[in-house]
């Protein structure tokens, strides 16, 4: 993809963000209805979107190696994330925050369209094993790990159960299953309707989400935070996939998906096990405004190298 056409495409995913936002400012839709949206996304749009990628897509067990490199991303990111609150007097709930934020990245709702945008079809079956295999499992065993240990409730969280009843995850492996066989018309006509949907309720949710008010208050972990995210994690993918011999198709994948920013799925575990939502909340605004940037470079880098 040219300069233009990538630009052309984060300007359009720009656009959508924007109008979820500014459906928000004039009180069209209020910040409460992106639950609603996530609900749809998680449990219809975002599994039929899966569950097609994986039944039409050519899939062998090499895919594998794509999340392996995710998670020595993720882990590294973790360790720099883990060794600069060693150095900072930060509570334990923003501690744990910032780990989540640093280590999880967007690569489902962030990560999918602009996969599909920037590297078309067969890289989405790529980006949706490194976002299952890599950054929901990641973000439910290390994440929710991170959650126990700094978090304020106190719950024993069934790690095991979490994984296992993530819709996107059963639509994954229900569209394995169901490779090679002959569906009814207008099973698949349902399906991609709600394959179709899965895009721009995500950009409109995302835009829904963005929250500004608070951002003076973490400026300098903020800044750290863009740091590791938008910029070590993507240059860490890069070398490791080279290193693990990955395919240029595959390393442009595993770039493109360790470029993302910080992930809305960081402030639901977050909010829901007592770590500090209000920077979580700033963190991912100002890492997903920034990665607008970030991410174009990246792929020109990528592209020139």
């Not at 056409?5 to 209020?30: C, E, P, Q, R």
């Not at 996969?115 to 290390?142: C, N, P, Q, R, S």
Request: include cysteine; glycine fraction near 8%; aromatic fraction near 10%.
């Amino acid at each position: 993809m040219d300069i233009l056409s990538l630009f052309g495409l984060i300007l359009s995913a720009v656009t959508l963000i924007a109008l979820g936002y500014l459906s928000k400012v004039t009180g069209l839709l209020k910040h409460e209805d992106s639950t609603i949206l996530n609900n749809v996304i998680i449990y219809l749009a975002l599994p039929a979107l899966i569950f097609l990628a994986i039944r039409n897509s050519q899939i062998s067990i090499n895919l594998l190696s794509i999340p392996l490199v995710g998670w020595v991303v993720m882990l590294s990111c973790a360790a720099t994330a883990f060794f600069i609150t060693r150095l900072l007097p930060l509570k334990n709930p923003t501690v744990g925050a910032f780990l989540l934020a640093a280590a999880i990245g967007n690569t489902g709702y962030l990560g999918y369209p602009l996969t599909l945008g920037l590297l078309g079809e067969e890289a989405l079956a790529k980006a949706i094993f490194y976002d299952i295999f890599g950054t929901v499992i990641f973000a439910f065993t290390i994440g929710l790990y991170f959650a126990e240990v700094y978090g304020t409730n106190g719950k024993k969280i069934n790690k095991i159960k979490e994984v296992v009843t993530f819709p996107p995850l059963i639509a994954l492996f229900v569209g394995l299953f169901f490779r090679g066989v002959v569906l009814p018309l207008f099973i698949l006509k349902s399906l991609n309707y709600l394959s179709a949907a899965a895009i721009p309720l995500i950009m409109l949710s995302i835009g829904l989400s963005l929250r500004f008010d608070k951002l003076g208050q973490h400026k300098l972990l903020i800044v750290l935070l863009c740091g590791i995210k938008l910029i070590l994690s993507p240059m860490l993918a890069y070398i490791v996939g080279n290193l693990a011999n990955l395919s240029a198709g595959s390393l442009s994948v595993v770039v493109l998906e360790t470029s993302m920013p910080a992930a809305m799925l960081s402030f639901i575990i977050g909010l829901k096990y007592g770590l500090d939502a209000d920077f979580l909340s700033v963190a991912i605004v100002s890492a997903t405004v920034l990665s607008m940037i970030t991410i174009p470079i990246w792929q020109y880098i990528i592209a020139i190298i």
